[in-house]
Protein backbone atom coordinates (compact mmCIF):
# COMPACT_ATOMS: atom_id res chain seq x y z
CA UNK A 1 0.00 0.00 0.00
CA UNK A 2 1.11 3.34 -0.72
CA UNK A 3 3.01 6.12 2.14
CA UNK A 4 2.91 9.76 1.36
CA UNK A 5 4.75 12.27 2.83
CA UNK A 6 4.20 16.06 2.38
CA UNK A 7 6.55 19.07 2.67
CA UNK A 8 6.85 22.41 1.49
CA UNK A 9 4.15 24.19 4.27
CA UNK A 10 5.37 27.47 6.41
CA UNK A 11 4.90 30.90 7.17
CA UNK A 12 3.80 33.00 4.53
CA UNK A 13 2.28 36.96 4.18
CA UNK A 14 -0.97 37.19 2.98
CA UNK A 15 -1.17 37.18 -0.96
CA UNK A 16 2.15 35.51 -1.05
CA UNK A 17 2.46 31.57 -2.81
CA UNK A 18 3.28 27.97 -1.04
CA UNK A 19 3.98 24.95 -2.61
CA UNK A 20 3.19 21.75 -1.19
CA UNK A 21 4.76 18.66 -2.12
CA UNK A 22 3.24 14.86 -1.45
CA UNK A 23 5.78 11.97 -2.55
CA UNK A 24 4.29 8.69 -2.73
CA UNK A 25 6.14 5.10 -1.94
CA UNK A 26 4.91 1.99 -1.71
CA UNK A 27 2.55 1.65 -4.42
CA UNK A 28 2.14 2.30 -7.61
CA UNK A 29 1.50 5.52 -7.95
CA UNK A 30 -0.15 6.29 -11.10
CA UNK A 31 -3.42 3.91 -10.16
CA UNK A 32 -4.46 6.14 -7.16
CA UNK A 33 -6.15 9.11 -7.58
CA UNK A 34 -4.92 12.22 -5.52
CA UNK A 35 -6.20 14.60 -2.88
CA UNK A 36 -5.23 17.50 -0.65
CA UNK A 37 -7.69 18.40 2.29
CA UNK A 38 -6.78 20.59 5.34
CA UNK A 39 -7.67 21.29 8.39
CA UNK A 40 -7.28 24.25 10.63
CA UNK A 41 -7.74 24.54 15.00
CA UNK A 42 -11.48 23.69 16.12
CA UNK A 43 -13.01 22.90 12.33
CA UNK A 44 -13.76 20.30 10.58
CA UNK A 45 -11.59 18.56 7.72
CA UNK A 46 -11.78 20.73 4.34
CA UNK A 47 -11.40 19.20 0.80
CA UNK A 48 -9.09 21.40 -1.06
CA UNK A 49 -8.58 19.76 -4.50
CA UNK A 50 -8.26 16.60 -5.97
CA UNK A 51 -6.52 14.65 -9.03
CA UNK A 52 -7.35 11.56 -11.58
CA UNK A 53 -4.37 9.05 -12.28
CA UNK A 54 -3.06 10.87 -15.35
CA UNK A 55 -3.46 14.37 -14.17
CA UNK A 56 -6.06 15.02 -16.92
CA UNK A 57 -9.32 15.84 -14.41
CA UNK A 58 -8.47 18.20 -11.69
CA UNK A 59 -11.57 18.93 -9.27
CA UNK A 60 -11.41 21.94 -6.53
CA UNK A 61 -13.21 23.66 -3.46
CA UNK A 62 -15.10 26.69 -4.31
CA UNK A 63 -13.17 28.69 -1.97
CA UNK A 64 -9.93 28.14 -3.39
CA UNK A 65 -10.68 27.69 -7.30
CA UNK A 66 -8.76 30.18 -8.99
CA UNK A 67 -5.83 30.15 -6.53
CA UNK A 68 -4.67 26.78 -6.27
CA UNK A 69 -3.79 24.49 -8.62
CA UNK A 70 -3.04 20.75 -8.01
CA UNK A 71 -0.53 18.50 -10.20
CA UNK A 72 0.77 15.57 -10.60
CA UNK A 73 4.03 13.50 -12.12
CA UNK A 74 3.59 10.19 -12.39
CA UNK A 75 7.65 9.93 -13.19
CA UNK A 76 8.05 11.34 -9.71
CA UNK A 77 5.50 9.75 -7.52
CA UNK A 78 4.65 13.24 -6.72
CA UNK A 79 1.50 15.61 -6.48
CA UNK A 80 1.49 18.85 -5.80
CA UNK A 81 -0.33 21.77 -4.60
CA UNK A 82 0.36 25.11 -6.19
CA UNK A 83 -0.90 28.18 -3.47
CA UNK A 84 -1.24 31.77 -4.71
CA UNK A 85 -2.80 34.61 -3.52
CA UNK A 86 -2.92 33.07 -0.19
CA UNK A 87 -5.11 34.26 2.59
CA UNK A 88 -5.09 33.70 6.78
CA UNK A 89 -8.50 31.66 6.25
CA UNK A 90 -6.13 29.17 4.39
CA UNK A 91 -4.20 28.89 7.20
CA UNK A 92 -4.24 24.97 8.10
CA UNK A 93 -2.56 21.28 8.10
CA UNK A 94 -2.87 20.48 4.74
CA UNK A 95 -2.74 16.73 4.48
CA UNK A 96 -2.23 14.43 1.34
CA UNK A 97 -4.94 11.51 0.37
CA UNK A 98 -4.68 8.72 -2.16
CA UNK A 99 -7.69 6.58 -3.41
CA UNK A 100 -8.09 3.46 -5.85
CA UNK A 101 -12.10 4.78 -6.66
CA UNK A 102 -12.90 6.46 -9.42
CA UNK A 103 -12.81 10.54 -8.36
CA UNK A 104 -17.07 10.49 -9.44
CA UNK A 105 -18.54 13.61 -9.63
CA UNK A 106 -20.43 13.10 -6.64
CA UNK A 107 -17.91 11.48 -4.25
CA UNK A 108 -14.70 13.28 -5.59
CA UNK A 109 -14.70 15.21 -2.08
CA UNK A 110 -15.87 12.68 0.45
CA UNK A 111 -12.48 12.01 2.66
CA UNK A 112 -14.26 8.52 3.59
CA UNK A 113 -13.61 7.44 0.09
CA UNK A 114 -9.55 8.29 0.58
CA UNK A 115 -8.30 5.12 1.91
CA UNK A 116 -4.43 6.75 2.74
CA UNK A 117 -3.48 9.76 4.05
CA UNK A 118 -0.20 11.45 5.17
CA UNK A 119 0.65 13.07 8.12
CA UNK A 120 -0.08 16.32 7.26
CA UNK A 121 2.10 19.93 7.06
CA UNK A 122 1.39 23.16 8.79
CA UNK A 123 0.95 25.98 6.23
CA UNK A 124 -0.17 29.59 8.22
CA UNK A 125 -0.66 32.68 6.42
CA UNK A 126 -0.59 36.10 8.39
CA UNK A 127 -1.82 38.98 7.33
Known amino acids: QVQLVESGGGLVQAGGSLRLSCAAS????????MGWFRQAPGKEREFVAA????????YYAHSVKGRFTISRDNAKNTVYLQMNSLKPEDTAVYVC????????????????????WGQGTQVTVSS
Open 97 to 116: AARLTPLYSSTYDTASDFGF
Open 51 to 58: ITTSGATT
Open 26 to 33: GGTFSSYR
